[in-house]
T-cell receptor, first 111, second 113 residues
Framework: GDSVTQMEGPVTLSEEAFLTINCTYT??????LFWYVQYPGEGLQLLLK?????DKGSNKGFEATYRKETTSFHLEKGSVQVSDSAVYFC??????????FGTGTSLTVIP | DVKVTQSSRYLVKRTGEKVFLECVQDMDHENMFWYRQDPGLGLRLIYFSYDVKMKEKGDIPEGYSVSREKKERFSLILESASTNQTSMYLC????????????FGPGTRLTVT
């Protein structure tokens, strides 16, 4: 069945460091892929998405490219800030209405 | 902006109590979902609904039921709360057709003592 695997956390970075959070998926066909962010004490917010192969989603300096050949959707940011500290979830939707989420990666950015 | 609201941010209940968690969305979405979120386990789908009075079991429906009497409102019911249901509960909604994103509420942190 469909599934999402993302890198284990927690991740701790210094401010202005480069961020990569790996995400790979298993699905037949062409799912839509998403990154959600959850700030402390809040629900999940959509960060970015991509709906077809080679699409690049971007928002707030974050980027992810839909790679069909490697079934990946890695999240990147060139220079993280303290305010980026949150939990990041990779997710997919394929057929039907059900989303599949990764287990989340906690990011802490220190000044 | 899509808004999904949940009736409580924090809730403390005793073992054996009947618990109602309410969720309301204001964007006329057909789909609504209930998840629970636990450390190390991510989000797990409890139930979802794609129309009024329709419901489908998710991955972990045991111990829960749901009600959707109106399109904008989706309730999660714990018939007899147990300590292993202590968790963060998240409600979400989405459009029914196409591969659309889900919109989440702020969550309800439920503690069962």
């Amino acid at each position: 069945g469909d599934s999402v695997t993302q890198m284990e956390g927690p991740v701790t970075l210094s401010e202005e460091a480069f961020l990569t959070i790996n995400c790979t998926y298993t699905a037949t066909g062409y799912p839509s892929l998403f990154w959600y962010v959850q700030y402390p004490g809040e629900g999940l917010q959509l960060l970015l998405k991509a709906t077809k192969a080679d699409d690049k989603g971007s928002n707030k300096g974050f980027e992810a490219t839909y790679r069909k050949e490697t079934t990946s959707f890695h999240l990147e940011k060139g220079s993280v800030q303290v305010s980026d500290s949150a939990v990041y979830f990779c997710a997919l939707i394929h057929t039907g209405n059900q989303f599949y989420f990764g287990t989340g990666t906690s990011l802490t950015v220190i000044p | 902006d899509v808004k999904v609201t949940q009736s409580s941010r924090y809730l403390v209940k005793r073992t054996g109590e009947k618990v109602f968690l309410e969720c309301v969305q204001d964007m006329d979405h057909e789909n609504m979902f209930w998840y629970r979120q636990d450390p190390g386990l991510g989000l797990r789908l409890i139930y979802f609904s794609y129309d009024v009075k329709m419901k489908e079991k998710g991955d972990i429906p045991e111990g829960y039921s749901v009600s959707r009497e109106k399109k904008e409102r989706f309730s999660l019911i714990l018939e007899s709360a147990s300590t292993n249901q202590t968790s963060m509960y998240l409600c979400a909604s989405s459009l029914i057709s196409g591969l659309y994103e889900q919109y989440f509420g702020p969550g309800t942190r439920l503690t069962v003592t």
